[in-house]
């Protein structure tokens, strides 16, 4: 099992900046990648970013160029570097964590952070 915990979240203005953090915990060796994903309201859960075990990242067209995905992996913590936030970046951030294994992939979720940007 793995367990993951977001932090980070919080209310900016437009132009300003924020770090998000997802730490995991549990059997962490297996995990293939982590991910971000957002939720705004009226709106479906949409991928943000994700990075693989191997280093390979990809970005949602709408934030290429703002957001940046990284991971630790001594600490089991993905981070997701938000600059230049938007009011269309308001949702609740969701870590994600995947283990792709020859019977299937398990996949985790956290319990969502929430990121508000006002005008």
């Known amino acids: 099992h793995v367990q993951l915990v977001e932090s980070g979240g919080g209310l900016v203005q437009v132009g300003d900046f924020l770090r998000l953090s997802c730490a995991a915990f549990g059997r962490t060796w297996t995990i293939t990648s982590m991910g971000w994903y957002r939720q705004a309201p009226g709106k479906q859960r949409e991928e943000v970013a994700t990075?693989?075990?191997?280093?390979?990242?990809n970005y949602a067209d709408s934030v290429k160029g703002r957001f940046t995905i990284s991971r630790d992996n001594a600490e089991n913590t993905v981070y997701l570097q938000m600059n230049s936030l938007k009011p269309n970046d308001t949702a609740v951030y969701y870590c994600?964590?995947?283990?792709?294994?020859?019977?299937?992939?398990?996949?985790?979720w956290g319990q969502g952070t929430q990121v508000t940007v006002s005008s």
């Open positions: 990075i693989t075990s191997a280093g390979n990242k």
């Open positions: 994600n964590a995947e283990r792709k294994r020859f019977t299937g992939t398990d996949v985790y």
